[in-house]
Nanobody, 117 residues
Framework: QVQLVESGGGLVQPGGSLRLSCAAS??????????MRWYRQAPGKERELVAF????????GYADSVKGRFTISRDAAKNTVYLQMNSLKPEDTAVYYC????????WGQGIQVTVSS
């Protein structure tokens, strides 16, 4: 059974930083090629892709809105993916979701990130 558990969200002031974690179970990063993604959904808006990483070789990609500010990474030993978010803006406020495709799409429960003074 694949499970994704997010942590690390919260309230931060503009310009601040947060690191989200997504602990995966039910599959192992090092045993195959998986794409892990972070999405976000702000109130009244559609869910959008923020960043992705290919678990075996670490290639990454980012939405234009977060390039240069967010960094996605993975720790194969912990089967965990991270999203380091720097220089946060109020428009980054959203529920952030971890996603994995393992024969089908799996989603975490979502975690709130609020950027406000």
């Amino acid at each position: 059974q694949v499970q994704l558990v997010e942590s690390g969200g919260g309230l931060v002031q503009p310009g601040g930083s947060l690191r989200l974690s997504c602990a995966a179970s039910g599959f192992t990063f090092s045993r195959s090629i998986y794409v892990m993604r972070w999405y976000r959904q702000a109130p009244g808006k559609e869910r959008e892709l923020v960043a992705f990483i290919i678990t075996n070789h670490g290639n990454t990609g980012y939405a234009d809105s977060v390039k240069g500010r967010f960094t996605i990474s993975r720790d194969a030993a912990k089967n965990t993916v991270y999203l380091q978010m720097n220089s946060l803006k109020p428009e980054d406020t959203a529920v952030y979701y971890c996603n994995a495709f393992v024969s089908t799409d799996y989603w975490g429960q979502g975690i709130q990130v609020t950027v406000s003074s």
